[in-house]
């Protein structure tokens, strides 16, 4: 972890962080864990989670905004697969719907935003 590091980066799991999963926790379950104060990026560093954002207008490390781009595409790809799987308990417009959420937000983290 470098100390003079002045980027902000995006957690090694941008899709599914820990902030979502704690945040859906409380919301479902009245539980509220603590979150790490240092945690794995996208550009392999390990940072405080201060140093953290999933907003792509906030990260600055630009490996870091390009694994945040592939795998808001990666999760895109999957959840289109997952609404058009007979029996799926997500519709097909919904999994379109999401799917074009996180195209666009790999679109934002490129910085080619239209």
Known sequence: MGEDDPHIHVEVKVVRGEAAVRNMLAATFGLAGDLPS????????????????????HVTCLPCREHARSEHLRFADEIERLGRLP??????????????????????????EG
């Open 38 to 57: 240092v945690v794995a990026t996208g550009c392999g560093l390990r940072v405080p989670y201060a140093m953290t954002s999933p907003r792509p207008d």
């Open 87 to 112: 029996g799926s308990s997500v519709t097909h417009a919904e999994a379109q719907q999401v799917a074009a959420r996180h195209r666009a937000l790999a679109e934002r983290f490129s910085g080619r």
